[in-house]
C-alpha cells in the first residue's frame, strides 16, 4: 500500500511581513490569530501525531501563514530546533515552509539545510511584474526567479504559489505564470483564486469599483487550464482555493469572490464537462456506460451530479463504472 503524507500545519499569521499585500489579512483567511511559542509547537505536533499512523504516513511539519525566513535567524532556529526531536525519533520526515521570494539567501538556506528543511515554498501569486505592482507585493518576477534557483541549487524542493484574478491579471497572464513555474522546475504548487477580504485595501478598491474579482465560473475555468497544465508537466498540485476557515465559511470575513468549500472539486468536475462535451450533440442512445479511473469517478460523474444531468438530455440512462486500469483521465464508453 503507498504510504500516506501527511503534514502538520503550523500557522504563524502576518509575522514578520515587512509588506501589506493589498489582498492580505492571514487572520481572517487561515482563522489564526495567535503567533505560536515553540512549546506550543511541539504540544500540536504530539497532538497530530496521536492521530497518524507514522508507519504507513510520510510526515512533514509545515510552516504557513506568514514570511518565516523574514523572522530574526534565532526565531527561525527556534522554531525548527522545537521539531528535531521529531525527526530524530523518525516520526516526522522533513519540514517545509512558506516565505517571500525576496527573503530568501544562502545564509537563510544553510540554516533550513541544517534543520532538515526539505521544501520551501514561494508566494510568487504572478510572475507578471504589472500585478505584483497593483497588489502590492513590494517583489518582482525576477525575486522569484533568484529565489526559486538558489532553492533548486541547493537540492532543496520547490513549491510556488500562485494566485488567479489579482488586480491586472488576465487568464493570458495565469497561464504564462504557470510555463514560468515549470520552467523553474517547480515540484509543488498551490492555486488560490483571489478573495475580497473585509478590512483589506483590496476591499476598498472593491467598493470604489476599481477592483471586479472573478466570477465562480471564470475562477474554476481557469483554474481547470493550470490544472490539467501543471499535470501535463508532472507537477504536483497541492491545494486548488483557499481552506476553508469558519470566517469564510460563515461569510463573516468575505466581501466578495469566487469562494466555494468544494472549489477543487468544482474544477476537476469542469475538466471532466469538457471531456464529455462531444457526446452531448452525439447520436442519442438509450442507454450510455463511462468506464473511468477509480480515483476519477466522483469528479467524472460531477459535484452534484451535474455531469450525469447533463449528459442525461442526451441519452435515457448513464452509467459510471470505475476502473482501475484506467490511468489519469483515460475514459471509454458503452452504447446501448
Ligand atoms: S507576504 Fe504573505 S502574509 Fe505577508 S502580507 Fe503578503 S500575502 Fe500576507
Not at 537563510?108 to 521544501?119: A, E, P, Q, S, Y
Not at 510568487?124 to 517583489?139: F, I, P
Not at 487550464?225 to 470575513?253: K, T
Amino acid at each position: 500500500m503507498p504510504l500516506r503524507h501527511f503534514t502538520i500545519p503550523i500557522f504563524i499569521p502576518m509575522q514578520a511581513c515587512p509588506f501589506r499585500c493589498i489582498y492580505c489579512d492571514q487572520v481572517r483567511i487561515s482563522g489564526h490569530w495567535d503567533v505560536p511559542e515553540s512549546d506550543e509547537v511541539r504540544n500540536t505536533i504530539i497532538k497530530y501525531l496521536k492521530t497518524i499512523n507514522t508507519n504507513e504516513s510520510i510526515v512533514e511539519v509545515g510552516f504557513f501563514g506568514g514570511t518565516f525566513t523574514g523572522l530574526k535567524l534565532q526565531e527561525q532556529e527556534s522554531y525548527l530546533k522545537a521539531i528535531q526531536p521529531f525527526i530524530n525519533e523518525g516520526k516526522v520526515k522533513s519540514i517545509r515552509l512558506s516565505t517571500r521570494p525576496d527573503f530568501i539567501n544562502q545564509q537563510v538556506i544553510d540554516l533550513l539545510k541544517k534543520n532538515n528543511v526539505g521544501t520551501i515554498e514561494l508566494g510568487a501569486q504572478s510572475m507578471d511584474d504589472e500585478v505584483l505592482r497593483k497588489t502590492g507585493r513590494g517583489h518582482t518576477a525576477a525575486d522569484v526567479v533568484a529565489a526559486a534557483q538558489l532553492i533548486r541549487s541547493n537540492g532543496m524542493r520547490l513549491g510556488l504559489q500562485m494566485m488567479i484574478g489579482l488586480p491586472g491579471d488576465s487568464q493570458r497572464k495565469a497561464m504564462m505564470t504557470a510555463q514560468r513555474f515549470a520552467d523553474l522546475g517547480a515540484d509543488d504548487v498551490r492555486i488560490y483564486p483571489t478573495l475580497v477580504i473585509k478590512g483589506t485595501p483590496l476591499e476598498r478598491l472593491f467598493h470604489n469599483g476599481k477592483y471586479i474579482p472573478l466570477t465562480l465560473t471564470d475562477a474554476v475555468e481557469i483554474a481547470a487550464d493550470l490544472l490539467i497544465f501543471f499535470e501535463n508537466h508532472s507537477i504536483n498540485v497541492i491545494r486548488v482555493g483557499l481552506h476553508p476557515s469558519d470566517g469564510l465559511l460563515s461569510g463573516e470575513s468575505l466581501v466578495a469572490g469566487p469562494f466555494h468549500v468544494s472549489f477543487r472539486e468544482l474544477v476537476r468536475t469542469k475538466i471532466w464537462e469538457q471531456l464529455f462535451q462531444p457526446f452531448i450533440t452525439a447520436k442519442p442512445a438509450s442507454k450510455i456506460t463511462f468506464h473511468v479511473p477509480s480515483g476519477e469517478l466522483n469528479a467524472a460523474i460531477g459535484y452534484r451530479s451535474v455531469n450525469r444531468k447533463m449528459l442525461a438530455t442526451n441519452f435515457h440512462k448513464v452509467v459510471f463504472k470505475s476502473s482501475d486500469k484506467l490511468k489519469g483521465r483515460e475514459f471509454y464508453v458503452d452504447y446501448h
